[in-house]
T-cell receptor, first 115, second 112 residues
Framework: NAGVMQNPRHLVRRRGQEARLRCSPM?????VYWYRQLPEEGLKFMVY????????ESGMPKERFSAEFPKEGPSILRIQQVVRGDSAAYFC?????????????FGSGTRLTVV | QKEVEQDPGPLSVPEGAIVSLNCTYS??????FMWYRQYSRKGPELLMY????GNKEDGRFTAQVDKSSKYISLFIRDSQPSDSATYLC????????????FGQGTELSVKP
């Protein structure tokens, strides 16, 4: 029973390129959350998705960032025209219920470096 | 004011010491309280989960929630060098829906 799988583990992009981060939730989990962690900071909520629906994107920057969780396949966090300030660790988490009341299971993260 | 406040440390203790980690929060609607452990360059790992007020014990770890004071704690007994990590408190519930609100994290170092 694999945990939450994220890939790639490390991603280097030049300024202006696109970054695509993938997340496969745990088996049986239909709720996916994306968080961003900057150095020396806690995790900041970005977006909450269920299959084919965005439930809460209150933490997503209004421009350049988008997320999806299609009926088939992994959840994707997409960052267009990356800038240096997008360099961070991006974590995906999944839970089996809507409240996340039993906590989430996190993946190992994707570390994005923008050069 | 941040919704969840946590002293970032760093906190350094000798092996065998009792460690106390704390968070305060402002949103009285929070109902679910969690502690995550994060090793360097790894994802957070759920350590303890508590619903509403009260205590919960699991081995060397004890989590306490005092909703009246909006204060939660994690105690680690007989600390080990392998406990060296960053500890993040997190909470959810009320109008936050499914999302967790995290504290900044406390960096703990247990010296042999």
């Amino acid at each position: 029973n694999a945990g939450v799988m994220q890939n790639p583990r490390h991603l280097v992009r030049r300024r202006g390129q696109e970054a695509r981060l993938r997340c496969s939730p745990m088996k049986g989990h239909s709720h996916v959350y994306w968080y961003r962690q900057l150095p020396e900071e806690g995790l900041k909520f970005m977006v909450y998705l269920q299959k084919e629906n965005i439930i809460d994107e209150s933490g997503m920057p209004k421009e350049r960032f988008s997320a999806e969780f299609p009926k088939e396949g992994p959840s994707i966090l997409r960052i267009q025209q990356v800038v240096r300030g997008d360099s961070a660790a991006y974590f995906c988490a999944s839970s089996p219920d809507v409240q996340g009341s039993y906590g989430y299971t996190f993946g190992s993260g994707t570390r994005l470096t923008v050069v | 004011q941040k919704e969840v406040e946590q002293d970032p440390g760093p906190l350094s203790v000798p092996e065998g010491a009792i460690v106390s980690l704390n968070c305060t929060y402002s949103n009285s609607a929070f109902q679910y309280f969690m502690w995550y452990r994060q090793y360097s360059r790894k994802g957070p790992e759920l350590l303890m989960y508590t619903y509403s007020s009260g205590n919960k014990e699991d081995g060397r770890f004890t989590a306490q929630v005092d909703k009246s004071s909006k204060y939660i704690s994690l105690f680690i007994r007989d600390s080990q060098p392998s406990d060296s990590a960053t500890y993040l408190c997190a909470m959810s519930g009320g109008n936050q829906g499914g999302k967790l609100i995290f504290g900044q994290g406390t960096e703990l170092s247990v010296k042999p």
